[in-house]
């Protein structure tokens, strides 16, 4: 055997082997659409037949794009590899997976709109769904990652991606790059934290080469939360962050609150009422060249505590409290940012929280 050959016999054990893997933890099958059609399967940019694109399903208009490639005078950009799908009009890509039955699960999608319409993207796995909005572009690039969570009804789902949209220009729709998927595992609240997943260490699955995080929506969206423990109750998404590509306070993950008082997180906590409490948390800046004073305000029920923090956008942090007497056997803990904050390049940012603790306290 040649040298080449066993090169090429590595790659499609490996290509075998994530494959495999990807029904528990990471990239779908061709879940970035590195394998397309064949030519024959294609007119110009636009896919042919519903069974082109391996290991998907298509039906409508869904052109298979190669990063660099022009429309109009926009270069379109593919973020991770160099290929990537366009949904056009009521157009829809979908994919079965083998899941265990009743365990909660989380996709990642990373997608751009392409045109000035209001391009949304709805992902379900029956009955669950979830329209999200892609209006607004949080990153410098357009790419966002977005994450949407379901139960698996059966040990079989299958997960479709349909752009819901009906825009004069059927060319115009979002292109989506990675679709992921990972198991959400539930945590229990100790006497040692009361909150759970309270370092934000159980979430979605962030792709390892972009660096904008993952895009959590609100409940609105979603019905499973894809942050275990946590909802998203506000307007705006939040941002999950990485400490490959940000700066975190501790451990690998975080949460960046990006849209001021219109990016909230919530947590019911079980309290007994007459005993006192103390919440503690941790307050910094994703090292993301969002610069300013920021300050993030925490609540327990009623009582509240405002933190200020003074971001260079380098990275840093400080620990806060709040003390408060439990009055109900549940409570409800709150953290959002008081103000919006900008990048030089217009996107929205935010302080980040991480370490969340609540103990009882005597
Ligand atoms: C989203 O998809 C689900 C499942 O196909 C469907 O029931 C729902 O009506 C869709 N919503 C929108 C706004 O397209």
Redesign the pocket.
């Known amino acids: 055997m040649a040298m080449s050959d066993v090169k090429i016999l590595a790659l499609l054990l490996c290509a075998t082997c994530t494959i495999a893997l990807a029904f528990t933890d990471g990239l779908l099958p061709n879940g970035n659409f590195e394998y397309g059609p064949k030519a024959s399967q294609m007119k110009g940019k636009m896919v042919i037949g519903h069974d082109a694109i391996p290991e998907w399903k298509t039906s409508g208009f869904v052109e298979y794009i190669k990063s660099g490639q022009k429309q109009d005078d926009m270069v379109l950009v593919v973020p991770e590899g160099d290929f990537a799908v366009r949904l056009g009009n009521e157009a829809s890509i979908r994919q079965k997976v083998k899941v265990t039955k009743g365990m909660r699960y989380s996709i990642t999608l990373s997608t751009v709109r392409t045109c000035a319409q209001e391009e ?1 993207v ?3 796995v ?2 669950d ?3 999200i909005p892609i209006q607004t572009v949080y990153s410098s690039n357009g790419w966002d990652s977005h994450a949407w969570a379901f139960r698996a009804r059966f040990s079989e789902v299958e997960i ?1 991606i ?1 752009n ?1 949209g009906v825009q004069e220009d059927a060319a115009c729709g979002p292109l989506i790059d990675s679709v992921a998927m990972r198991p959400l595992f539930s945590l229990k609240a100790t006497n040692k934290n009361l909150m759970k997943n309270g370092d934000f260490e159980e979430g979605p699955y962030i792709f390892p080469k972009t660096s904008y995080g993952v895009l959590i929506p609100p409940f609105i969206e979603d019905d499973h939360t894809p942050l275990p423990g946590w909802k998203v109750e506000s307007l705006k998404a939040v941002r999950y962050i990485d400490s490959r590509h940000f700066a975190v306070p501790r451990g690998k993950r975080g949460i960046e609150l990006l849209a001021g008082r219109e990016s909230a997180i919530t947590q019911i906590v079980r309290t007994i009422p007459g005993k006192m409490y103390v919440l503690s948390f941790t307050v910094g800046d994703a090292r993301n060249a969002c610069e300013g004073s920021m300050v993030v305000e925490a609540f327990a029920d009623d009582d509240s505590v405002k933190v200020e923090y003074e971001s260079k956008g380098k990275g840093g942090f400080k620990r806060a409290h709040l003390r408060f007497d439990g009055v109900a056997t549940r409570t409800r803990i709150m953290f959002y940012s008081s103000f919006y904050t900008m990048r030089s390049d217009a996107t929205l940012c935010g302080p980040v929280i991480d370490d969340v603790k609540l103990i009882s306290i005597r």
């Open positions: 949304r709805n992902i379900s029956a009955p769904f979830g329209v479709l349909h819901p």
